[in-house]
């Protein structure tokens, strides 16, 4: 599986951003897919997760302002990011996991200016 990552860039403060990760090559049977994100000189960290069948989960710093979406069709997940503050500037990373194996994208750079 290949997962390439898009969207990042720079925002304000308060504003928007949506993160894309299309997964192509053998995409049978994917089963969770997740955003993670490393701020500088921090560890990665889980910012939310899908299942093939929907369910969400999301880390506490960002419920309510961030939300998780996949289309099974298009082996696409998004992360539409909203109310961004300062602390959300990170690399962002996209993770799926098939068969056992977890597969991660080459990331994608999220600046939130104050």
């Known amino acids: 599986v290949q997962l390439q990552a898009s969207g990042g860039g720079l925002a304000q403060a308060g504003g928007s951003l949506r993160l894309s990760c299309a997964a192509s090559g053998s995409t049978f049977s994917i089963n969770t897919m997740g955003w993670y994100r490393q701020a500088p000189g921090k560890e990665r960290e889980l910012v939310a997760t899908?299942?093939?069948?929907?369910?969400?989960n999301y880390a506490d710093p960002v419920k309510g302002r961030f939300t998780i979406s996949r289309d099974n069709a298009k082996n696409t997940m998004y992360l539409q990011m909203n109310s961004l503050k300062s602390e959300d500037t990170a690399v962002y990373y996209c993770k799926v996991d098939q068969a056992g194996w977890s597969y991660w994208g080459q990331g994608t750079l999220v600046t939130v200016s104050s």
């Open positions: 899908i299942t093939s069948d929907g369910s969400t």
